[in-house]
């Protein structure tokens, strides 16, 4: 099993940047994707990012595109999400979720090919 913990949500203004975190624990092994997703309220959960955590391909949401970065770093084992230049519209309850297939475009932004999931941390970005 894998455990998944986000951290670095927080407030921030409009145009601030905030890095979100999550680490990775447990049985690793066998990991062939990673992504962020987002909700707000009255909304169903979306993609933001996803990384392919074998070639390191990675796939963005076009509201994000530009603004976001996705990234891993192996040793430590823990996803990254560097966002930038944030806008009121990117508010909502960050995820971050593990699968085990090799997924490609698109389809790493498919929720039931995620079945790790963390518990999710809020950002608020305020005009």
């Known amino acids: 099993q894998v455990q998944l913990v986000e951290s670095g949500g927080g407030s921030v203004q409009a145009g601030g940047s905030l890095r979100l975190s999550c680490a990775a624990s447990?049985?690793?092994?066998?990991?062939?994707?990673m992504g962020w997703f987002r909700q707000s309220p009255g909304k169903e959960r979306e993609g933001v990012a996803a990384?392919?955590?074998?070639?390191?391909?990675?796939y963005y949401a076009d509201s994000v595109k530009g603004r976001f970065t996705i990234s891993q770093d192996n040793a430590k084992n823990t996803l990254y999400l560097q966002m930038n230049s944030l806008k009121p519209e990117d508010t909502g309850m960050y995820y971050c979720?593990?699968?085990?297939?090799?997924?490609?475009?698109?389809?790493?932004?498919?929720?039931?090919?995620?079945?790790?999931w963390g518990q999710g941390t809020q950002v608020t970005v305020s005009s």
């Open positions: 979720a593990a699968g085990s297939s090799a997924l490609r475009g698109s389809w790493l932004f498919s929720r039931a090919a995620y079945a790790y």
């Open positions: 447990g049985y690793t092994y066998g990991t062939g994707c």
């Open positions: 990384i392919t955590t074998g070639g390191g391909t990675t």
